[in-house]
């Protein structure tokens, strides 16, 4: 079983649409949770955080669930400049080290 | 702007020859730096942890002598992919950890193609 999960999509959604990406992770003791932006062969970009409260940045929302080991985005209103890869990230405990994903494809189309 | 650099974006070898990659910390000195690999629709893989003035850290499967790793100063990483192989094309990033949010900066990377 892979650490971190995500389907891969892709995901094709008209501008204006609402979307959301699931990730689960397999590591109970993980302690740091993030979602990254990936471009087209472009390193990864740091999206937001991932807090057990629930945070949110404009029109993105991050969940966490520590029961169900379970994360998710959702991204309100979409544009075509959202087209991208997310990336589901994970730290390891009590280390610098960060676990990724396969990531999940995003098109939004016009 | 910018905190890691990597040179060079890209490169094309032929099978046998090493290719070195630089990864420098722009902005602030790194102890630590690491070093991934990402093959086409795959999530990047942790390859090794870089410290400064001592020996990497390789990942379970990664051949230590096959990718040499030398951070000699704060500011400079490299990764010398050796005796390449077309099996080794693929996108390499390199990163340094993010002060106090648990997360790392990540460079542009290296595509490197082995012919």
Request: proline content about 4%; some cysteine.
């Amino acid at each position: 079983r892979k650490e971190v999960e995500q389907d891969p999509g892709p995901f094709n959604v008209p501008e204006g649409a609402t979307v959301a990406f699931n990730c689960t992770y397999s590591n109970s003791a993980s302690q740091s949770f993030f979602w990254y932006r990936q471009d087209c062969r472009k390193e990864p970009k740091l999206l937001m955080s991932v807090y057990s409260s629930g945070n949110e940045d404009g029109r993105f929302t991050a969940q966490l669930n520590r029961a169900s080991q379970y994360i998710s985005l959702l991204i309100r209103d979409s544009k075509l400049s959202d087209s991208a890869t997310y990336l589901c990230v994970v730290s390891v405990y009590n280390t610098d080290k960060l676990i990724f994903g396969t990531g999940t494809r995003l098109q939004v189309f016009p | 702007g910018a905190v890691v650099s990597q040179h060079p974006s890209w490169v094309i070898c032929k099978s046998g020859t090493s290719v070195k990659i630089e990864c420098r910390s722009l902005d602030f000195q790194a102890t630590t730096m690491f070093w991934y690999r990402q093959f086409p629709k795959q999530s990047l893989m942790l390859m090794a942890t870089s410290n400064e003035g001592s020996k990497a850290t390789y990942e379970q499967g990664v051949e230590k002598d096959k990718f040499l790793i030398n951070h000699a100063s704060l500011t400079l990483s490299t990764l010398t992919v050796t005796s390449a192989h077309p099996e080794d094309s693929s996108f390499y990033i390199c990163s340094q950890p993010r002060e106090g949010r648990e997360t790392q900066y990540f460079g542009p990377g290296t595509r490197l193609l082995v012919l």
